[in-house]
């Protein structure tokens, strides 16, 4: 009774489990090709993207990437970097799933990026990671981290062992059968396999190691100072028995090497031959669900998170990596962490895993650092590095071309074939690609000017990888056919009966003692905690016997007995009475806690999630915080660029302005003495130009004076003239005269030949040579005209007359003129030699001055000078 209430008891408090349909699996894969045709009418999953930025080495150093939001960045071109003619001079922006800014922690980007890909393992679905971008940009570091904030890797080894906790397996229950599948064995085979291989004469290696092998191992020591994350997983199947197990592999110029592949135990000769030929590589096989693996990989079942991360750490001891100008450790090879998780049902009792090898599950999730892409040109790497450099771009763009393959077949209806057999990276994980799992990527950028250009490719990678989708993957069609919660069941079972047990033993231990002490105060032993022993009936028959005792002492003997017993059925009375009512008041004060217990927790709950909401309205408020004060202070070291700007234009343009003042005085200094010195040169030339023309002038005066004086003398012994006007035979043009051509062509006919006297200068003709002529005008149109009249006197004058009129068009045809004026030119008797006249039709005749009668004055000398002085300097 007492075992069936407690039993009762403990499950009335133990909540029931929830009814999980991952119970118990039995797998379907066996015609690979018809799963896959019929997965292929599923929904399809885009592959998510998200993008890391790292935070910046030095403050001085520019940014080209700047966050918009959660989901959205831009980058823009450097203005100081110079950028090639394929990359793109205009700011562009892209988008993610999710962005993770500098001030974004390890624990951040795990929950968003890997966490639902753990809760998929744990419930027996595949995932593949990739962590991609150039060299130097923190892809190593998200993964892996650092022992005081661990990446990726170490928080999805905390959680899967969190999650599983008690669930775990023995050792060696499941064990490699070398094809890509497990085998399961009891749990007393696997002890004695457990047994075998501890023994120290045992040679042969087993490569399913366990980690307690490894315990002695300095290699497999956890590290003291990591911190582990307490979070896991909830709502994993509780009647099913969980084994981990780790393989680390690297892509090392397109071969593959294990990184946990220990020749500690191997013969000296084989450790020679390997030392002398290196780590050898493995081939690639494909099991019977078609399913591609490392073939002769070692996977070590792990037991704790601790060893799993001592594995991460030997196997990041093997991993190629290098010195470069952009990174003092660079990955030369592409790392692949597989985690495979085990799961198989335990039997209908609850107690051992069911031995039926078609009922166990087998996940991976697979963690892959890819080596950063690289140019030669900025890491200045020869020999080794190069070829690990041209290896690593190759392998990529074999990626990258398979991405796109697979764009272009589920965008265009295409049926193109995908190259995954061009490289070993894609080649191992093409079931991914083709549904057997959720794949995700996490793109890490340098946010440094210097990347620019890398980061554009990179940028063109991830909307490429963005556009593509995988076929949703579905959990393993499971099988129910035992009770769901037997596990607890049976636990609670076991705890009962140890539980009974210890009672049991503890209730002898407590009468032993009793009684030692009873023994050793001389009293006789109780027998019942709520009473004294009663003496005896008979305690020594034989001296009844022997006094021969009466029956009335035996009556009283009796009597004392019933009162004695009434007396104790009194006490045994009150005190349950006591128990009743102390257990009434313990249920009643249970009751009324259970009331405030249920009370308190809805008020708890009601907190909890106005808490949540606060801490979210919080985190939002921050994160907007963190934008406006990132945005506050981008602008605020705008401006002061720009004032710094400002400060050095205005510092330029006054020293330029200083510049052009001093200048502006050099060149006033210089213009005023050139001025002078000019003026003064002029002044000089001028005044000896003057002396030269006066000399001239008065020389010519003088031969005219001689001339006179011959002609007066010649005069004066003629009474004929010999120097007079000729006039010229006229011409007349319909009815117009003309001047003589040439007036002055017989005028010294008188003077000899052997003469040297010059002759004057012949005036230049101003006759007009034919009447003007009428245009077609209007009615009202006019026009001039000059009408000349010759007439030669008898004393040798001229008489010119000069008639005036307008011309105008007639109405009918031709023109009408009508005279005006007329002017009457005269020449004087001639009885010397005087002034010549000059005759300007048109006008009142003008004289030419003597030369006598001309001055110093009549050269404008300081008006020359003027015009002088303007010419040179023109500003002035």
């Known amino acids: 009774m007492r075992f069936s209430s407690k039993m009762s008891f403990k499950l009335q408090d133990q909540k029931p489990p929830a009814p999980s349909s991952a119970t118990l699996v039995k797998i379907t894969r066996k015609n690979s090709s018809r799963t896959r045709s019929l997965r292929g009418k599923n929904a399809r999953d885009p592959v998510e993207v998200f993008c890391r930025l ?24 450097p203005g100081t970097v110079s950028v090639s003619r394929s990359a793109n001079r205009t700011a562009t922006q892209h988008t993610f799933k999710k962005v993770y800014n500098s001030d974004c922690t ?32 923190g892809k190593t570091h998200t993964i892996n981290g650092t022992p005081e904030d661990g990446g990726i890797l170490p928080r999805t080894l905390d959680i899967i062992f969190n999650s599983i906790g008690d669930l775990l397996a ?75 197990f780790i393989s680390y592999f690297e892509i090392y110029n397109n071969y593959v090497y294990d990184l946990l592949d220990d020749t500690s135990d191997a013969p000296q000769s084989l450790l020679a031959l390997r030392a002398h030929r290196g780590p050898q590589a493995k081939n690639m096989r494909e099991d019977t669900r078609h399913n591609l693996y490392v073939g002769g990989g070692i996977e070590i079942e792990t037991r704790t998170a601790n060893e799993a991360y001592a594995l991460l750490g030997r196997g990041h001891k093997m991993r190629r990596q290098s010195q470069t100008n952009l990174n003092h450790t660079s990955s030369r090879s592409h790392a692949i962490f597989n985690i495979r998780l085990v799961q198989s049902p335990l039997d209908s009792n609850g107690e051992e895993v069911l031995q039926d090898k078609s009922r166990i599950v087998v996940s991976q999730l697979s963690l892959v650092d890819l080596a950063g892409s690289e140019r030669t040109s900025r890491t200045k790497s020869g020999g080794t590095q190069l070829r690990e450099a041209g290896s690593i771009n190759s392998s990529l763009m074999v990626l990258r071309t398979c991405i796109e393959t697979l764009r272009d077949n ?62 949703r993957s579905e959990a393993p069609k499971q099988d129910i056919t035992f009770s769901v919660g037997r596990r607890r069941a049976n636990l609670v079972y076991k705890s009962s009966l140890q539980q009974l047990e210890e009672e049991r033993k503890m209730k002898l231990a407590e009468e032993e003692a009793i009684a030692t002490l009873d023994l050793a105060i001389g ?10 022993a009663l003496p005896p009936l008979a305690p020594d028959i034989d001296k009844y016997l022997m006094r021969e005792l009466s029956i009335q002492e035996f009556i009283k ?62 985190r939002n408020l921050q994160k907007r915080n963190d934008q406006l004060r990132k945005t506050t202070d981008t602008y605020l070291q705008a401006k002061k660029d720009l004032e710094l700007d400002l400060q050095a234009a205005e510092q330029r343009f006054e020293e330029e302005k200083q510049c052009g003042e001093r200048f502006k005085c050099v060149l006033q200094d210089i213009l005023y003495h050139e001025k002078a010195k000019w003026e003064s040169r002029m002044r000089l030339k001028i005044s000896h130009n003057e002396e030269e023309l006066l000399m001239i002038i008065r020389e010519k005066d003088s031969a005219l004076e001689e001339i006179r004086n011959l002609i007066e003398d010649e005069q004066a012994g003629s009474q004929a003239s010999s120097y007079y006007l000729m006039t010229s ?8 005269g003309d001047f003589p051509r040439n007036p002055d062509k017989n005028s010294f006919n008188t003077v000899s030949k052997a003469s040297k006297i010059p002759f004057p200068a012949r005036l230049r003709k101003k006759t007009l040579q034919s009447p003007p002529t009428c245009k077609k005008f209007s009615s009202r149109t006019t026009d001039h005209c000059n009408l000349p009249y010759h007439e030669p006197t008898v004393n040798g004058t001229d008489f010119t007359q000069l008639y005036r009129g307008d011309l105008t068009c007639a109405r009918g045809s031709g023109t009408a003129g009508q005279f005006t004026e007329v002017d009457t030119v005269q020449t004087p008797e001639r009885t010397a030699v005087k002034d010549i006249p000059r005759f300007v039709v048109g006008s009142k005749p003008t004289y030419i001055p003597k030369l006598s009668e001309r001055s110093k004055s009549s050269i404008p000398v300081s008006t020359s000078a003027n015009r002088l002085s303007r010419a040179l300097n023109p500003r002035t």
């Open 54 to 77: 790292r935070p910046m080495g030095e403050l001085h150093e520019k940014s080209c990437v700047e966050q918009i939001s959660d989901e959205v960045i831009q980058l823009c071109p």
């Open 106 to 137: 390890q624990k951040d980007v795990f929950n968003q990026l890997s966490l639902p890909l753990v809760h998929d393992l744990l419930h027996g679905k595949n995932g593949l990671l990739f962590a991609y971008g150039i060299t130097n940009s």
């Open 170 to 244: 023995k050792p060696f229950v499941f064990r490699p059968d070398k094809s890509n599948w497990f085998t399961v064995h009891t749990e007393a085979n696997a002890r004695a396999h457990q047994d075998a291989i501890k023994k120290p004469k045992s040679k042969k290696k087993n490569k399913n190691k366990s980690t307690d092998d490894t315990q002695g191992d300095d290699s497999s020591s956890p590290d003291s100072s990591r911190i582990t994350d307490q979070s896991l997983v909830q709502g994993i199947v509780e009647d099913n028995s969980y084994s981990v």
């Open 410 to 471: 589920q965008t265009q209806g295409c049926n193109k074939l995908v190259p995954y057999r061009d490289s070993r990276l894609t080649h191992l994980f093409k079931n991914f690609f083709e549904g057997e799992g959720k794949v995700r990527m996490i793109i890490c950028l340098n946010p440094r000017n210097e990347d620019y250009e890398e980061m554009t490719y990179v940028m063109k990678f991830s909307e490429l990888t963005q556009s593509v989708s995988v076929e």
């Open 523 to 532: 009293r006789e032993p109780v027998k019942h905690p709520f009473s004294v």
């Open 557 to 618: 003997l009796l009597r004392d007995r019933s009162t004695m017993r009434g007396r104790l059925k009194e006490a045994v009375n009150k005190k349950q009475t006591m128990f009743r009512q102390m257990l009434v008041a313990i249920e009643e004060e249970r009751d009324q806690l259970r009331l405030s217990n249920t009370k308190y927790t809805t008020e708890l709950d009601g907190k909890e999630e106005e808490i949540k909401l606060v801490n979210e309205r919080v």
């Open 729 to 736: 035979p006229y011409t007349k043009h319909n009815g117009i």
